[in-house]
């Protein structure tokens, strides 16, 4: 049985609004509900665990009273940093399971499915995988000049 731990600890601080970026709604639901949504297309059988803090646990119920938002998953309290926030989603997972545990951020919604599929067969190949594309971007390197 494989587990993702969907970690939504953030305060929003960057983004510069109230309500922190995990639940700001976007295409009709809160972010967070999309990414959980997208994990479960991948697999009706993934154990999720979301991390939030304690003092958001009560807001995220609410949301999911207003949007009728009825995923299966379980909730594992944030910590003081992310580390401790994922040794808390762990915690959750039964000391004799046997499977893959994924970690994912929380206000990152739309991995494809192919990505999500093909990350956990790479890692059930050769025990870890990261999703990672090409840079795009330029890259310069700045240094000082070598007299020869």
Known sequence: MDYIII???????????????????????PVLMHTVKRFREYS??????LVLPKQQQEYWQA??????????????DGGETRFHSIKNGLKL??????????????????????????????ARKVGTAIPVIPVVETIRHLGTKVQS
């Open 44 to 49: 009706k059988e993934l154990n999720i665990i």
């Open 7 to 29: 970690l939504a600890g953030g305060k929003g601080l960057r983004m510069g609004t109230d309500i922190p970026k995990q639940f700001l709604p976007i295409g009709g639901m």
């Open 63 to 76: 949301l999911c009273d207003e949007y009728q938002f009825v995923e299966d998953y379980s909730i594992a």
């Open 93 to 122: 997972i039964p000391d004799d399971a046997q499977g893959l545990v994924g970690v994912h951020d929380g206000v990152r919604p739309f991995p494809s499915v192919e990505v999500i599929r093909n990350c956990y067969e790479t």
